[in-house]
């Protein structure tokens, strides 16, 4: 079956620190790949998407890109700020009439001043 | 802006008693799915549907009951409520028709059983 294994946190970084959080994926077929991510005490928002291989999802800094080699997304950001603290999630949709997203454990990130 | 609402945010309530989460949304959609989430953040989904009167049970079992009566509602009903289920519910739609598009989600309830 489908899978998603995403770095465990927490992950603590200074504000203008580099991020990468590690995301890789066992799924048949080509899926899609997602980030998705929850700020405190709200539910997830999509961050960014890629549907095919060597795809670059990117937004609001952030960039991850669909690695079928290495069945990789991993997500970065080369400046983070104290606004991005939040749960990002890794999650991929295998397509087809039945599908349905299949999620990470979540990284929780926290951004200090 | 995802058009997907969940009432109500917080709810409090005693053992033995019956509670419906409500989930609405306004895009159309015909998948719509209910994921419970833990302390440590982990999603599990427990309920799912792919349009009206189709109702599955999701990976994680549950003892909640869903419906799908018209598109657009897709509550959640627990008869008798414990203290096991105190967690994070969170509702999200997707549209069937094109396939590999996001999820939406709507804010979660966070029911406390006591």
Known sequence: ?113 | EADIYQTPRYLVIGTGKKITLECSQTMGHDKMYWYQQDPGMELHLIHYSYGVNSTEKGDLSSESTVSRIRTEHFPLTLESARPSHTSQYLCASSDSYWENTEAFFGQGTRLTVV
Not at chain 1, 14 to 38: D, H, K, M, R
Not at chain 1, 41 to 65: I, P, R, V, Y
Not at chain 1, 91 to 97: Q, R
């Open chain 1, 1 to 113: 079956g489908n899978s998603v294994t995403q770095m465990e946190g927490p992950v603590t970084l200074s504000e203008e620190a580099f991020l990468t959080i590690n995301c890789t994926y066992t799924a048949t077929g080509y899926p899609s790949l997602f980030w998705y991510v929850q700020y405190p005490g709200e539910g997830l928002q999509l961050l960014l998407k890629a549907t095919k291989a060597d795809d670059k999802g990117s937004n609001k800094g952030f960039e991850a890109t669909y690695r079928k080699e290495t069945t990789s997304f991993h997500l970065e950001k080369g400046s983070v700020q104290v606004s991005d603290s939040a749960v990002y999630f890794c999650a991929l949709d295998s397509g087809g009439s039945n599908y349905k997203l299949t999620f990470g454990k979540g990284t929780l990130l926290t951004v200090n001043p």
